[in-house]
């Protein structure tokens, strides 16, 4: 073992070296992390973790986070020197153009990246997710002849994640959750970006997470490798049935003299003092990003013993297969497939033609059947299942006595609900989904726009949409949200307008893939739209807007809409008379990709006489009835009445369609 530790501690030193190197040749970048917490990363990379670099998306991999994203040279020295497919090419372009060593670690761009962090907080919340998912796959895939999971979720934090809102939610969620397989590794170095943490910060951390329901190992001496080895295995080890806090007092930016302990090593602000850095740490001053023949031959003899450990697993895994058939073609069924086609024919049955339900109430149906036939997907609320109706019945809740419950209670933490979702997502085995009223989207929007950016098939099923809300009031009635939460790219936000179309909205979620889908329904109830047939509903909806009344003679009016006023387009038209045409625009984003001669043809160019209808702000519903038509909307924020009552105080009739038709 002494030898060991003295080739890991030379590796830690060949890795400060690489961050310095890198952030040295493209001027930018943060080393206070990568140079602080190197006896972490040679631990973690060079003894404690169980992964296989030849095989990154390896099902019982240990999984690591990297929560502090801002320090990406760490994770990226570390995968490179333990044998990940990122050549030193890639680390040496650290920051460039089209590189695998990004700025902030991007998913499913780097091999070994678990998960797009940079916002601090959001890699805590993360490997909460993982760890539920972990969790979950327990519970559903092992059995007691054959274990396939059994792995850990490791995540490396610093004060700014610890500080964050998001992150404390998350950790008292897990505490609550007795999530025995997280370990967080707290890079305890007293300073934040701008100064000293004693400037914004005086808590004991140790006595807030035992508080919560965690575990805590305090290392006095962060930079101590064997001191960090023991403290991991015993971490990995406890049977206490929660969730594992290490403390380590690392010294920021180590290995710069001039800056380190100080908030000047946070950044960059060190690379000036590189070549007496690189001096110190024992490097050659002829070879940059250097990293020795000895280094090497120990890591490429660890990823060989981390091979040995992955094929006996793999012999496991295959007598689990044949053992049991069920359970492995529903573990296979995350890769699968799933057509939004075959769930709206056939999985998903007709409502009544004389149905009048909310659309939250036409979800919870929906949400049964689709229950059934995707036996991996979950569904989450922010204390909010009696409101949002997106309880899987035919299931349980996820607690500590029942790790294979489909329901998750997040309580009253929306920012950290979407951020443990994004984990479930990474981890791709489990369909997510959670809810809550889509005016809290604002409290979970920064992690929306990660699963965006991440391309993860989160579905946010998130009701209460419009002022119809009613006698709560402006602060619970979401004029801006629909269309602000459309402008985030790679965002679907579907706003059905009856049972149907709510049909069609859950099936295009479920099948969609490179990104999320908010589905925005109602409190109260809607009529059903029972001019065309419902199947034409459920399939507009896949192409975003259809034509929901089809003029019967030369079209005069286009009449657009969306969710609870496509009713009033449709009553609207019945005034106006034949040539009046009405369009359903549930998703803008499915409709603007749409061909050109698709959307030509629900809306002919040359007919310019268009008004819109939506219980929200007007500005993005320009781009559809030009400039000529007109948009009725609320470009203000609510009242507190009865939802009929706020609908028609605000101008949201269908007499109010009519006369702006009429004025054109």
């Not at 038209?573 to 698709?598: C, D």
Request: proline share 5%; charged share 20%.
């Amino acid at each position: 073992m002494a030898l060991e530790t003295n080739l890991l501690a030379k590796a830690a030193n060949q890795a400060r070296g690489l961050a310095i190197d890198a952030v040295h040749k493209c001027s930018s970048g943060h080393l206070g992390l990568p140079l602080g917490c190197a006896e972490i990363g040679a631990v973690l990379y060079g003894s404690a973790l169980q992964h296989n670099p030849a095989d990154p998306k390896w099902l019982n991999r240990d999984r690591f986070v990297l929560s502090g994203g801002h320090g990406s040279m760490f994770l990226y020295a570390w995968l490179h020197m333990s044998g990940y497919d990122l050549p030193l090419d890639e680390v040496k372009n650290f920051r460039q153009l089209h590189s695998k060593t990004p700025g902030h670690p991007e998913f499913d761009e780097t091999p070994g990246v678990e998960a797009t962090t940079g916002p601090l907080g959001q890699g805590i919340a993360n490997a909460v997710g993982y760890a539920v998912s972990g969790k979950m796959a327990e519970a559903r895939f092992n059995t007691p002849e054959h274990t396939i999971f059994d792995n850990h979720i490791i995540t490396l934090a610093g004060d700014g994640c610890m500080q964050e809102g998001v992150a404390m939610e998350a950790a008292a969620f897990a505490g609550f959750q007795g999530l025995d397989n997280l370990i967080l590794i707290y890079d305890s170095n007293d300073v934040t970006l701008d100064a000293m943490a004693d400037k914004s910060q005086n808590e004991n951390t140790a006595a807030r997470f035992k508080a919560i329901g965690w575990d805590v190992i305090t290392l006095a001496e962060g930079h101590d490798i064997a001191a960090i080895n023991k403290a991991v295995n015993k971490a990995k080890k406890a049977k206490t049935g929660k969730p594992q806090l290490i403390i380590a007092k690392t010294i920021i930016g180590k290995g710069i003299p001039e800056v380190e302990g100080t908030s000047k090593g946070h950044g960059e602000g060190g690379a000036k003092f590189a070549d007496a850095a690189r001096a110190g740490l024992g490097l050659p001053a002829d070879q940059l990003f250097h990293v020795s023949d000895d280094v090497k031959a120990y890591f490429a003899n660890h990823k060989k013993r981390l091979v040995r450990a992955y094929n006996k697993w793999g012999k496991t895994y295959k007598a689990w297969r044949e053992a049991n058939p069920d359970k492995a073609a529903i573990l296979d069924s995350r890769n699968t497939p799933v057509s939004a086609a075959h769930l709206a024919e056939n999985v998903i049955p007709m409502f009544a033609a004389d149905a009048k339900l909310a659309t939250r109430a036409a979800g919870k149906e929906i949400l049964q059947p689709l229950a059934a036939e995707l036996p991996l997907l979950v569904s989450g609320s922010a204390d909010l299942y009696g409101s949002t109706l997106n309880y899987i019945a035919a299931s349980a809740d996820f607690d500590k006595t029942n790790r294979a419950g489909r329901n998750i209670r997040y309580g009253i933490r929306e920012h950290a609900m979407a951020a443990i979702n994004n984990g479930i997502a990474y981890d791709g085995i489990f369909r997510t989904s959670c809810a809550t009223f889509l005016v809290f989207a604002d409290y979970s929007r920064p992690s929306m726009r990660i699963a965006a950016l991440a391309k993860l098939p989160v579905t946010y099923i998130y009701t209460h949409d419009s002022v119809g809300v009613g006698e709560d009031g402006p602060t619970h009635q979401p004029v801006e949200t629909v269309s602000g939460l459309r402008v985030i790219p790679n965002m679907d936000v579907i706003r059905p307008a009856d049972p149907e179309e709510t049909a069609g909205a859950f099936a295009a979620a479920l099948e969609r893939t490179d990104g999320p889908t908010l589905l925005a329904l109602t409190r109260q109830a809607l009529p059903m739209l029972n001019d065309i047939p419902p199947h034409i509903r459920r399939a507009g909806v896949l192409k975003g807007g259809y034509v929901a009344i089809q003029e019967t003679a030369p079209l005069t009016h286009i009449l657009l809409a969306a969710g609870s006023e496509v009713q009033h387009a449709v009553a609207a038209a019945k005034i106006l008379g034949p040539g009046a045409r009405v369009v359903s625009m549930p998703s803008f984003k499915r409709f603007n990709e749409q061909p050109k001669e698709y959307r030509d043809s629900i809306l002919p160019p040359d007919c310019r006489k268009r008004v819109s209808i939506e219980a929200g702000v007007t500005a993005l519903w320009r781009e559809y009835v030009g400039l000529d038509g007109i948009c009725i909307g609320i470009d203000r924020f609510g009242i507190s009445a009865p939802g009929g009552t706020v609908m028609k105080e605000l101008g949201i009739t269908a007499e109010a369609v009519v006369a702006a038709a009429q004025s054109l």
